[in-house]
Structures are given as C-alpha cells and as structure tokens.
C-alpha cells in the first residue's frame, strides 16, 4: 500500500530561526512529489513540485529536496516569519490524476515571536 | 481570478438530510476532485472527474454522488447525512501531469 509519512508531527520554533521538515514515502511508481502549505481555514496551496530528476526546488524562503533513491523529502524554511505558521503537506503521485496522490497527514508549524 | 470557489463554508444537518456542496473553478481545469479532512488524517479522495460527463470514485465514496455537466462545476450530494460525515470538506482542480492542485478553501460540514 502506497504510504507517506511526515515528521515531525508538531513542531514550534522562534521567528527568524529555521527548520526542517521531513517526508518519507513508499509510493510506486513515482511520479512527482508536492508540498503544500495550509493555513488555519484554508486550503492547501501548492509550494513546490518535484520529479525523479530534481534534487531541489526553492520557492522563496522554501527549499525541498528530493532524494529518489532513499525515497525522502525534506523541506526547509529559511528565516521563519510568522506567516509560516501553517500545516505543511507532502503529497506524492503515482501518476495520472486524482486517484494517484497519496497524502502525508502533515506537520503543524508554529513560529512564535 | 476567483479560483476554486466553494460554497456553503459552514453547514450544520441533521442526521438523515440531504445537501449538495458546490464546487466552481475559473481556469478551465480539466480534473477537478472532491476530499475529506479529518483530524489526525490525510486528505481522503472521495470522487473526481477528468472532465466533463466523466466522474469516478476514490478511495472512500460511500453515501456522496457526483456529476460533472459543464467542465467548471463538480458538486457533491449527500444523500443521507450521517454523524461520520461531519468533516471538512475540500473541491480542487488541476491539468493532467505534474500540474498542481488549486484547492478551494473548504466546507466545514457538521452532521448531529
């Protein structure tokens, strides 16, 4: 069964310090692999996209990684602002559409002041 | 640009009602999909459609229908509200491949 795990589950850190996030994922075949961001009553908005030959992709202060072989992603943010404080979502595909997603549950980030 | 547009954003029923949740998007998507959120859990897909007059299910479809009549709207029908579908209830939309998903901002559903 397709799987994506997502550590830490919670997290808070003080504004201007940075951190990292983690995606595990046994997703075959792969395809492409997303983060979102969710605001508190929002709904998910894409950060970045990244398939099997990508190593990184940055979106301003955000930087994901890609390592295909050991099947991990990491998303860091640079300078925490307050702002940041969101769940973040690391989606994989499998190919074709909808049905092909598998959704970690997310990592809650806090940043306080 | 509107988006995805998701109305009601708040919806109490009372066991054994019906309603349907609207989902509208402007950017002439192609896929558009329907998820549950609950708590502690992924987003969960409950149907989706790869255009218009096409719908199929995801992984939990029980007791919501679909139909897909015009490529800009995907409502979804609650048949019979039940308790277990009190959730937040989120459209999205999207081209085929490696595009992203543009989600709306979600219908908080409760059944009593």
């Known amino acids: 069964k397709n799987q994506v795990e997502q550590s830490p589950q919670s997290l808070i850190i003080l504004e201007g310090k940075n951190c990292t996030l983690q995606c595990n994922y046994t997703v075959s075949p792969f395809s492409n692999l997303r983060w979102y961001k969710q605001d508190t009553g929002r709904g998910p908005v894409s950060l970045t996209i990244?398939?099997?030959?990508?190593n990184t992709k940055s979106n301003g202060r955000y930087t994901a990684t890609l390592d295909a072989d050991t099947k991990q992603s990491s998303l860091h943010i640079t300078a925490s602002q307050l702002s940041d404080s969101a769940s973040y979502i690391c989606?994989?595909?499998?190919?074709?559409?909808?049905?092909?997603?598998?959704f970690g549950k997310g990592t809650h980030l806090i940043i306080q002041p | 640009n509107a988006g995805v547009t998701q109305t009601p954003k708040f919806q109490v029923l009372k066991t054994g009602q019906s309603m349907t949740l609207q989902c509208a998007q402007d950017?002439?998507?192609?896929?558009m999909s329907w998820y549950r959120q609950d708590p502690g859990m992924g987003l969960r897909l409950i149907h989706y459609s790869v255009g218009a007059g096409i719908t199929d299910q995801g992984e939990v479809p029980n007791g919501y229908n679909v139909s897909r009549s015009t490529t800009e709207d995907f409502p979804l029908r609650l048949l019979s509200a039940a308790p277990s579908q009190t959730s937040v209830y989120f459209c999205a939309s999207g081209r085929s491949g490696n595009s992203p998903l543009h989600f709306g901002n979600g219908t908080r559903l409760t059944v009593t």
């Open positions: 990244m398939t099997f030959s990508e």
């Open positions: 989606v994989v595909s499998a190919g074709g559409g909808a049905d092909g997603l598998t």
């Open positions: 950017m002439n998507h192609e896929y």
